[in-house]
């Protein structure tokens, strides 16, 4: 008689690690793209004096260097686009575009423009991310989501479930896109905010000035600096109006409670 042989139990299966994806830390963003350029700006644009002294051109070249390469660093690295660090790069280029213009140009004539090339540059860059709002919109990962309507703050599976019992499937989409169009005109008006802040640091530059490169770098540190404010103030306080109106509006639609809306 042949003994059966009981199959030795099976290890436990290990479970596949999970890979977590690099988020990209927004203090970081800050750095490179505001506070660096900046303190380069204001700190290393002078000819002589200290050794980081740099002189006008150098200064500027380095203050645009550092968020460029950050910028395509992040392309090699992510290996995909991520639309505000495009919107950076692209921003970083027609800052060096309109500097390269203004310095090769020692015509007073010329340089009075600064304040009105530099404006419509400044408020072209709220006005595209704004416009990503809206062209996202309809497609599989809008852009609105990922700021206010997302899955870490809104527990979606059940406002879903209740929008579906009661119907309201269009409602919501007219909230959503509502909202969106309230998110779109935040950037508008850091778009005006940007474009006062140039002429306000650069309508004062005298063309004639023989360090006006020097000045001209000092004043777009300051824009640079305050621009971040022009945008982010907005942002912050609409965003805030925004996300209470949604809470309230898909109370009415769903029956549910805040607490039951919001993750807990």
């Not at 027609?94 to 010329?110: E, F, W």
């Not at 000035?209 to 004043?219: D, F, G, M, R, V």
């Not at 621009?227 to 509006?249: E, H, N, Q, S, T």
Request: hydrophobic letters at 50%; charged letters at 15%; proline letters at 6%.
């Amino acid at each position: 008689m042949s003994q059966e042989v009981s199959p030795a139990p099976s290890a436990t299966p290990k479970t596949a690690p999970t890979v977590q994806k690099k988020q990209d830390n927004p203090l970081t963003d800050i750095i490179v793209n505001v506070i660096l350029p900046v303190i380069i700006l204001e700190k290393c644009s002078m000819n002589e004096g200290k050794f980081w002294h740099l002189g006008p051109y150098l200064a500027m070249g380095l203050a645009l260097a550092i968020p460029l390469a950050y910028g395509i660093w992040h392309f090699l690295v992510r290996k995909k686009v991520n639309v505000f660090s495009a919107v950076g790069v692209g921003n970083v280029v027609l800052t060096g575009i309109i500097t390269i213009y203004l310095y090769s140009n020692a015509d007073p004539l010329v340089r009075a423009k600064a304040p009105l090339l530099f404006g419509i540059k400044e408020a072209v860059q709220p006005l595209i991310l704004g416009s990503l709002f809206l062209i996202t919109h309809n497609r599989k990962s809008p852009l609105f989501n990922a700021f206010i309507y997302n899955d870490g703050i809104f527990d979606h599976p059940r406002i879903n479930k209740a929008i579906a019992a009661n119907g309201k499937q269009s409602e919501l989409g007219r909230l959503l896109w509502t909202s969106t169009l309230l998110f779109f005109g935040s950037f508008c008006l850091s778009a005006v905010m940007n474009l006062g802040l140039a002429y306000w640091f650069l309508n004062d530059l005298d063309p004639a000035a023989t360090n006006w490169e020097q000045l001209y770098n000092h004043q777009v540190g300051r824009i640079t600096k305050w621009g971040f404010a022009a945008i982010g103030l907005p942002l912050l306080i609409i965003g805030g109006i925004i996300l209470a109106r949604m809470i309230k509006g898909l109370k009415s639609l769903t029956g549910l409670e805040t607490e039951k809306i919001l993750q807990a």
